[in-house]
């Protein structure tokens, strides 16, 4: 496939606007300025184009949400917090163009009627931010941005919003809480963010990589985009690899692609030669698959069919070395340190979850561990919390424990009986303030 | 992105900020700032950044500052600051080391590069070592898990790090 979203991969000065112009740049958004909001959102639904984010909603459709002829302003958020583990294609799209990104925002806010768009980035991505600024200086320079956009009279500002380490902030209504200078604590919804949104005012929030498509639809059309990928599941995905391959990185691939050709063809294999264990399809929140599933195509609908989920596309690859007991108590401790504490479920839960599987590490596992586990899974999830980060951690949890019991009982069988002079496990918050 | 040297943070002694002022300069950015959203509370997250940026670190003086400059509780501004782990609430040392300890950096060998940090450092995480120089952090998952194992000294990411990488790093740090 010829790349499209990573087409300035290896371009010399790939970020500037010179170089974003030489490649067509900004030539959709010359385009859509002259065309209908209502037609340039029913483009993006014909196009199919899911949100890449990890939900995979209909981009287009979501826009659509926003009502119509309502008095107050409109606010487009980009989502750029990109944390979920095993996800760094955001990272890449905002190295290479983030001019690309900038026109996506441009064409989606006066699509849903914006005059203010911000981009929520993570606050570690602090050199991610200075290269977006310097794009957003530029672009405000050539009058891409600002009052009278291509003479068009439609204006807009972008502003930058840095986050400050926190995953939570990339469930939408929490980054929305952030935007407005709160703790990110997610909302109940409905309503959803298009009706009620930031500053109580109907708002969108698109993942970067879902942003950076917009251009390409505009330009070359629904049709076209429509071609690549699966019939449900359309246009180009870039799959962020890591563990343990032999090169992992960023591939732009169409959707459909298999887990094995990702792993065995662009990745060169799973390194020293082992065989492949398992692997994460989507981030760290998708259930685990096993090796032999990898032949399963890489679209939502497929990795859905699996159990499992496309989620953002980052997969994490683990060989035959690893013990998935560590590896779920790794995940575990992320989530518990991630919660934001709201609902009990997700807050005691995770930790309980980490705590036991920390037990049964140190060898002081008990048999009925393995259906607490399970129980934990049950109860924190579908529904049973505000936001999802219910689900992100029963779904390791749950298929981890499924998936791969005969290592949780071997481990709980290795282990000592608790010695009765122990001190009793305790919850803890394992809530690592920065300084003591 | 590692190829400048990462500067040191300029950390403001604690007596220093008991009380602050915001100076023109500062005043300025913060006028910007209110200018990009719709209300003043949302200025919140970037005007802790900026404090943070010129003083290091956020003092309960600090806090006090700027919930009077925007005109929230002290208690609302402090329930922001610890809310995320990126607002530093004690000084930090000269250099933040962030090491990754998610899955993929896991998988990649992060636990030796800890490991080495913490022995050659003498501290634990969350601790800053006796000379001031080094503040140790376990850090969720940075986004550039490719390239692990990641570690962030201050707003510089540093990739695929080896035990030798890390210790010329350190070693070559002002």
């Not at chain 1, 590896?327 to 309980?352: I, K, M, V």
């Not at chain 1, 049964?360 to 129980?375: C, F, K, S, V, W």
Request: charged share 25%.
């Amino acid at each position: 496939m010829e790349p499209i979203l990573l087409r300035a991969r290896g371009e010399a000065n790939s970020r500037s606007i010179s170089t974003y112009l030489k490649l067509g740049g900004y030539n959709a958004l010359k385009k859509a300025l002259i065309t209908d909001p209502a037609d340039v959102i029913s483009e993006v639904k014909e196009s199919g184009l899911r949100g890449r984010g990890g939900a995979g909603f209909p981009a287009g459709v979501k826009w659509g949400f926003v009502p119509k002829g309502s008095p107050k302003p409109k606010y487009l958020i980009c989502n750029a917090d990109e944390s979920e583990p095993g996800t760094f294609k955001d990272r890449e799209i905002i190295h290479v163009d983030p001019h690309m990104l900038l026109e996506g925002i441009i064409i989606a806010s006066y699509a849903i009627g914006a005059t203010t768009a911000y981009i929520y980035i993570r606050g570690e991505f602090q050199r991610e931010a200075e290269i977006l600024q310097q794009a957003i200086d530029e672009a405000y320079r050539k009058k891409y941005l600002g009052k009278n956009i291509l003479k068009t009279g439609f204006r807009l500002d972008i502003h930058l919003h840095r986050g400050a380490g926190a995953y939570i902030c990339g469930e939408e209504t929490a980054l929305i809480e952030s935007l407005e200078g709160k703790r990110g604590l997610p909302r109940l919804k409905p309503p959803f963010p298009a009706v009620v949104g930031a500053f109580g005012c109907p708002t969108v929030v698109n993942n970067v990589e879902t942003l950076a498509c917009v251009p390409h639809i505009i330009e070359r059309g629904a049709g076209w985009f429509a071609g690549i990928g699966t019939e449900r599941s359309t246009g180009p995905k870039l799959f962020c690899v890591s563990g343990h391959v032999n090169r992992p990185g960023v591939f732009e691939l169409p959707m459909g692609t298999s887990f094995r050709e990702i792993i065995e063809e662009h990745c060169q294999g799973v390194r020293n030669g082992n065989a492949l264990k398992a692997f994460i399809p989507g981030g760290s929140s998708c259930p685990v698959l096993k090796a032999d599933q990898v032949d399963i195509p890489a679209d939502f609908e497929s990795v859905a069919a699996a159990g499992s989920m496309l989620g953002s596309g980052g997969v994490i690859v683990m060989d035959e070395t690893v013990d998935m007991v560590w590896a779920l108590e790794n995940l575990l401790a992320f989530y518990a340190h991630e919660s934001c504490g709201q609902c009990t479920p997700c807050r005691e839960g995770a930790d309980w979850a980490l705590d036991i599987v920390r037990r049964i590490r140190r060898g002081n596992g008990r048999p009925a561990d393995i259906e607490t586990l399970l129980r934990i899974a049950r109860y924190a999830s579908q529904g049973m919390t505000i936001c999802p980060l219910g689900d992100a951690f029963c779904m390791p949890l749950r298929s981890f424990v499924e998936g791969f019991r005969e290592e949780f009982e071997a481990a709980i069988a290795k282990g000592e009986p608790p010695r009765p002079t122990n001190p009793p496990v305790l919850p803890v918050r394992h809530d690592q303030r920065m300084f003591t | 992105m590692s190829a400048e040297l990462t500067a040191p943070l300029a950390v403001t002694p604690r007596h220093e900020l008991e009380q602050v002022a915001f100076d023109q300069a500062m005043e300025a950015r913060i006028a910007d700032l209110l200018g990009r959203y719709p209300t003043k509370k949302a200025a919140l997250l970037p005007l802790l950044w900026l404090c943070q940026d010129r003083w290091g670190w956020i003092s309960p003086g600090v806090m006090r500052a700027v919930a009077d400059r925007l005109e929230l509780a002290p208690a609302e501004v402090e329930g922001v600051v610890t809310f995320y782990t990126m607002y530093r609430p004690q000084p930090p040392g000269k250099y933040v080391l962030q090491v990754c300890s998610t899955l993929s950096c896991q998988l990649c060998g992060a636990a030796a590069l800890i490991q080495h940090l913490k022995r050659k450092l003498g501290i634990e995480f969350g601790q800053t070592s006796a000379d001031g120089r080094f503040t140790l952090v376990d850090v969720q998952c940075l986004g550039a898990c490719g390239e692990g194992p990641v570690v962030q000294m201050n707003d510089d990411y540093h990739t695929r790090l080896t035990v030798e990488e890390l210790d010329r790093l350190l070693d070559g740090l002002r």
